[in-house]
């Protein structure tokens, strides 16, 4: 090695998702210099929190924390009540991005990326020059099966929040949640579900109303009979799903190919969200 190639710094980015904590695991031996970064909003689940200490644990070195060097409160009102969607992601921007950018700074750096080789989607990751993006499990062959055993195998497991069905990490108000996903947070985590509707509400002060799920409240959202709609909607369109998977292809199959890996879901900010 180089003098040249030993000031490059290696780094991974965890999201608190089960491909990020699986590369981090796949990497632990392979790349023993590389550092472990999250970057902490404030505005995690109880279990990626928890996810995140059961890692460092299992990785054996610690997870350095970045925070914003502002809250989202105060980007909040610099965008002038204008909630983060899809369309304008401020929140990834200014409360992840940013921090990863100001702690990289400008040397040479090598950034590790958990796309797996069954995914055919881009991200939001950071175009600075001097960061180099690099995905170990695509170059690898590495599909959703595998990342799965990786996790099994080390005794990590998937992330908790899976477990009452939020498909990704990312704060608790995450635009990019499903309806069915709000309504979990809702019997889940309803003290979460409250403080996200309050930063909804609280939009009309500057003058306009923005919505976390497309134009609907989640005052809205939460009547029962609302509920009861969106769940029922969301049984039929599961049945419809697992009904088409019987047909899947052998290989599909073996490949991992589950409900989680629908077009839908694989929207959202890399940093955030893998």
């Not at 031996?29 to 909003?41: G, L, W």
């Not at 204008?82 to 040397?107: A, I, Q």
């Not at 069905?165 to 979990?184: A, N």
């Given at each position: 090695?180089?003098?040249?190639?030993?000031?490059?710094?290696?780094?991974?980015?965890?999201?608190?998702?089960?491909?990020?904590?699986?590369?981090?695991?796949?990497?632990?031996?392979?790349?023993?210099?590389?550092?472990?970064?999250?970057?902490?909003?404030?505005?995690?689940?109880?279990?990626?929190?928890?996810?995140?200490?059961?890692?460092?644990?299992?990785?054996?070195?610690?997870?350095?924390?970045t925070t914003p060097d502002k809250p989202f409160e105060h980007?909040?009102?610099?965008?002038?009540?204008?909630?983060?969607?899809?369309?304008?992601?401020?929140?990834?921007?200014?409360?992840?991005?940013?921090?990863?950018?100001?702690?990289?700074?400008?040397?040479?750096?090598?950034?590790?990326?958990?796309?797996?080789?069954?995914?055919?989607?881009?991200?939001?990751?950071?175009?600075?020059?001097?960061?180099?993006?690099?995905?170990?499990?695509?170059?690898?062959?590495?599909?959703?099966?595998?990342?799965?055993?990786?996790?099994?195998?080390?005794?990590?497991?998937?992330?908790?929040?899976?477990?009452?069905?939020?498909?990704?990490?990312?704060?608790?108000?995450?635009?990019?949640?499903?309806?069915?996903?709000?309504?979990?947070?809702?019997?889940?985590?309803?003290?979460?579900?409250?403080?996200?509707?309050?930063?909804?509400?609280?939009?009309?002060?500057?003058?306009?109303?923005?919505?976390?799920?497309?134009?609907?409240?989640?005052?809205?959202?939460?009547?029962?009979?609302?509920?009861?709609?969106?769940?029922?909607?969301?049984?039929?369109?599961?049945?419809?799903?697992?009904?088409?998977?019987?047909?899947?292809?052998?290989?599909?199959?073996?490949?991992?190919?589950?409900?989680?890996?629908?077009?839908?879901?694989?929207?959202?900010?890399?940093?955030?969200?893998?």
């Amino acid at each position: 090695m180089t003098a040249a190639d030993s000031e490059v710094r290696h780094i991974l980015s965890l999201s608190g998702g089960k491909d990020s904590a699986a590369l981090a695991i796949y990497l632990r031996d392979r790349v023993p210099d590389v550092e472990y970064i999250f970057h902490d909003t404030d505005k995690e689940l109880p279990e990626t929190m928890d996810y995140i200490a059961r890692l460092q644990a299992i990785l054996g070195k610690p997870i350095i924390r970045t925070t914003p060097d502002k809250p989202f409160e105060h980007w909040l009102k610099i965008y002038r009540g204008m909630l983060p969607s899809n369309h304008r992601r401020w929140c990834t921007k200014m409360m992840k991005l940013k921090p990863f950018e100001d702690y990289v700074g400008d040397g040479p750096v090598i950034n590790y990326v958990g796309l797996r080789a069954d995914e055919n989607r881009l991200g939001y990751i950071s175009t600075k020059p001097n960061i180099k993006a690099v995905y170990p499990f695509q170059d690898d062959g590495l599909v959703r099966a595998d990342i799965i055993r990786i996790l099994e195998d080390s005794g990590l497991g998937l992330p908790p929040y899976m477990d009452w069905g939020r498909s990704r990490s990312g704060c608790y108000f995450c635009f990019y949640q499903q309806k069915i996903e709000w309504v979990r947070l809702l019997e889940t985590h309803p003290e979460y579900f409250k403080l996200a509707q309050e930063y909804e509400e609280k939009t009309v002060e500057f003058g306009e109303q923005f919505y976390w799920s497309q134009n609907e409240t989640l005052r809205e959202l939460s009547r029962p009979e609302r509920v009861a709609e969106i769940k029922a909607h969301h049984e039929a369109v599961e049945a419809k799903r697992k009904a088409r998977r019987r047909n899947l292809p052998l290989v599909q199959v073996l490949a991992g190919l589950e409900p989680e890996d629908a077009p839908h879901l694989r929207d959202g900010c890399l940093v955030c969200s893998i």
